[in-house]
Antibody, heavy 121, light 107 residues
Framework: EVQLEESGGGLVQSGGSLRLSCAAS????????MDWVRQAPGKGLEWVGR??????????EYAASVKGRFTISRDDSKSSLFLQMNSLKIEDTAMYYC????????????WGQGTLVIVSS | DIQLTQSPSSLSASVGDRVTITCRAS??????LAWFQQRAGEAPKSLIY???ILQSGVPSKFSGSGSGTEFTLTISSLQPEDFATYYC?????????FGGGTKVGIK
């Protein structure tokens, strides 16, 4: 069974930094692209970014709203995904989900339960 | 960026009703569209991918259709567990984008 467990959320001041983690189990982590998706309180879903596999040089893609501030990385030896968030803004307040990209299509197939990030002024 | 417009944004329906949700893309995305269900307080759950392929374990009362710029999600007979918010997602072009969501409520 695919399991994804996010951690690292919390309360942080505007301008601060936070690092989120996602522990994966139940599948071959290194074989999959991985995404971060967020959801502001009471709002819809927003794709944050993606990291590809080793064979794709761990290349990344980002939403314009976070590019230059957020960095996605992964540690395949620990089946872990990370999201380093710098220069946080109040509008980054959201539940952050990690999601597995399946081999057969390019969206977000399996999701964790999320970790909440609150950015205060 | 490709914009996805879902309609309606909300609807009220009764148990047993047939419900159809539309997702329109600002540019053609072939069949690179997925549908998700999100119940209150839960993470999204994948229902359909490639516009019409049912995710493993998803009941057949859910169906999807469309290609290019217009897509639909249909629930053939609404059950209490189906009252939720539904989102479409395009994965044809970066950045991936989601529709604004359709909240299905109880009439």
């Amino acid at each position: 069974e695919v399991q994804l467990e996010e951690s690292g959320g919390g309360l942080v001041q505007s301008g601060g930094s936070l690092r989120l983690s996602c522990a994966a189990s139940g599948f071959s982590f290194s074989d999959h692209f991985m995404d971060w998706v967020r959801q502001a309180p009471g709002k819809g879903l927003e794709w944050v970014g993606r990291i590809r596999k080793k064979s794709d040089s761990y290349s990344t893609e980002y939403a314009a709203s976070v590019k230059g501030r957020f960095t996605i990385s992964r540690d395949d030896s620990k089946s872990s995904l990370f999201l380093q968030m710098n220069s946080l803004k109040i509008e980054d307040t959201a539940m952050y989900y990690c999601a597995r990209v399946p081999a057969g299509w390019g969206g977000d197939e399996s999701w964790g339960q999320g970790t909440l990030v609150i950015v205060s002024s | 960026d490709i914009q996805l417009t879902q309609s309606p944004s909300s609807l009220s329906a009764s148990v047993g009703d047939r419900v159809t949700i539309t997702c329109r893309a600002s540019l053609g995305i072939s069949k690179n569209l997925a549908w998700f269900q999100q119940r209150a307080g839960e993470a999204p759950k994948s229902l359909i991918y490639t516009a019409s392929i049912l995710q493993s374990g998803v009941p057949s009362k859910f169906s999807g259709s469309g290609s290019g710029t217009e897509f639909t999600l249909t629930i053939s007979s609404l059950q209490p567990e189906d009252f939720a918010t539904y989102y479409c997602q395009q994965y044809n072009t970066y950045p991936l984008t989601f529709g604004g969501g359709t909240k299905v409520g109880i009439k």
